[in-house]
């Protein structure tokens, strides 16, 4: 796990007192994680469109469905100051994916661990989801620890979680490169009960573990 912390640049101050802050870029070697606009809308939909890049999810979307996605994740700013920014290569302006830190709104736990671990809110997961063009490069890496080091020295996180299905080696291998754990498995509650795709295996990485320092005051 890298000790490096990440840049916080912030885009601009609250809109108005005591309301949200306009959510931060989070500037890495290569890429810049930074907030939605509206012509990012397209590629986003091209990539939750790629059957290559969504073939461990249940289906890909349509472009209905990737806009309100994208929705969510805007609204998602807004009530949280943080969650899954547009990924963005350093100098090439354009959205190659969608990485960061959400709140898990549903409940679960793992099946094959002593005692099980329960997945509730107020939970945080990181993700990641990168254009076909842009994966087995390291920008995954590099999105995920920049997040991670926002959720850890910036929110006070304890801990966040991960998951994603056993078949998909390369996501929970990266989990592992950035010092997750495994934890154990679970059925996914908004998957049917047989759904090929129902089954993921969690992960979790705590701060403690990280060395990163809990989130500065004021």
């Not at 000790?3 to 802050?21: D, E, H, N, Q, Y």
């Not at 469109?49 to 969504?54: H, L, Q, Y």
């Not at 009530?79 to 547009?86: I, K």
Request: hydrophobic share 50%; proline share 10%.
């Amino acid at each position: 796990m890298a000790r490096r912390r990440p840049t916080l640049a912030v885009a601009a101050r609250s809109r108005k007192a005591g309301a949200m802050p306009d959510p931060v870029t989070l500037e890495g070697a290569r890429l810049l994680l930074r907030p939605w606009r509206a012509e990012d809308a397209a590629p986003l939909a091209a990539l939750n469109a790629d059957p290559a890049v969504m073939r461990h999810f249940p289906a890909p979307m349509t472009r209905a469905e990737s806009d309100a996605w994208m929705a969510r994740l805007q609204a998602h700013f807004a009530a949280h100051g943080f969650g899954f920014w547009a990924a963005e290569r350093r100098g090439e302006p354009g959205c190659i994916g969608a990485v960061g830190l959400l709140h898990i709104p549903w409940e679960a736990a793992t099946e094959d661990s002593t005692p099980p671990c329960r997945i509730a809110p107020p939970a945080i997961e990181i993700g990641w989801r990168l254009a076909a063009a842009a994966q087995r490069q390291g920008y995954a890496a590099e999105a995920a620890r920049l997040a991670l080091g926002f959720g850890f020295a910036r929110l006070g996180l304890a801990e966040i979680l991960a998951f994603t299905v056993p078949a998909n080696a390369p996501s929970w291998r990266l989990m592992e490169r950035l010092g997750m754990a495994r934890v154990g498995h679970f059925r996914h509650p908004r998957l049917p009960p047989g759904h090929p795709l129902e089954r993921h295996v969690l992960y979790r990485l705590t701060r403690a573990a990280t060395g990163f320092p809990a989130a500065a005051s004021g």
